[in-house]
């Protein structure tokens, strides 16, 4: 079974601009979570996604948004990008509400 | 505010030594716990869970971890590590009702050949 994929891997923008990144969960996922990654702050939940609906979010601005469609695949969507974004993205999917499998994240660089 | 605390941030071993990394939670209900690890260049990966039942529980590689409930952690054990176990390691926990992980620091374990 495949794991979960997310595209692109890398980025590099500039201050100001915009970026959606992709998510697609393992076949059967229906949940999808969104996490941010930097040496400062760790580990961060974004939100979450189960059957095209928001059910958590995390403590993050409202530039950060996200959706996901009916066949589970998710994206999350970042405007006005700031140097502070600059991050690991990783996005994990799940079957039941407990045990999240997580996907090798997309490496954004803001300059 | 829910958070978890891992005490050792960096972690330098030989082989063969015996490794315990301390994870503590704070008390926000019921919770499933998670230890998940990262190797250099990898994603992350789940290593065990604890969701009730035995509090000592086994994952891959030889790790185990034991659920506390009185002392609100669940520290990780491996009795003989190896130079594979290079990795940085995160303690995680849900509680009833969300899906949001929230994570520890991580710990950077080191294993030296």
């Known amino acids: 079974k495949a794991g979960v994929t997310q595209t692109p891997r890398y980025l590099i923008k500039t201050r100001g601009q915009q970026v959606t990144l992709s998510c697609s969960p393992i076949s059967g996922h229906r949940s999808v979570s969104w996490y941010q990654q930097t040496p400062g702050q760790g580990l961060q939940f974004l939100f979450e996604y189960f059957s095209e609906t928001q059910r958590n979010k995390g403590n993050f601005p409202g530039r950060f948004s996200g959706r996901q469609f009916s066949n589970s695949r998710s994206e999350m969507n970042v405007s006005t990008l700031e140097l502070g974004d600059s991050a690991l993205y990783l996005c994990?999917?799940?079957?039941?509400?407990?045990?999240?499998?997580f996907g090798p994240g997309t490496r954004l660089t803001v300059l | 505010a829910q958070s978890v605390s891992q005490h050792n941030h960096h972690v330098i071993l030989s082989e063969a030594a015996s490794l315990e990394l301390g994870c503590n939670y704070s008390y926000g209900g019921t919770v499933n716990l998670f230890w998940y690890v990262q190797y250099p260049g990898q994603h992350l990966q789940l290593l065990l869970k604890?969701?009730?039942?035995?509090?000592l529980v086994k994952g891959i590689k030889g790790f185990e971890a034991e659920f506390i409930k009185s002392k609100f952690s669940f520290n990780l054990r491996k009795p003989s590590v190896q130079w594979s176990d290079t990795a940085e390691y995160f303690c995680?926990?849900?509680?009833?009702?969300?899906?949001?992980?929230?994570f520890g620091t991580g710990t950077r374990l080191l294993v030296s050949p």
């Open positions: 994990a999917s799940s079957l039941t509400r407990n045990e999240q499998f």
């Open positions: 604890y969701f009730s039942g035995d509090p």
């Open positions: 995680a926990v849900t509680y009833t009702g969300f899906q949001k992980l929230v």
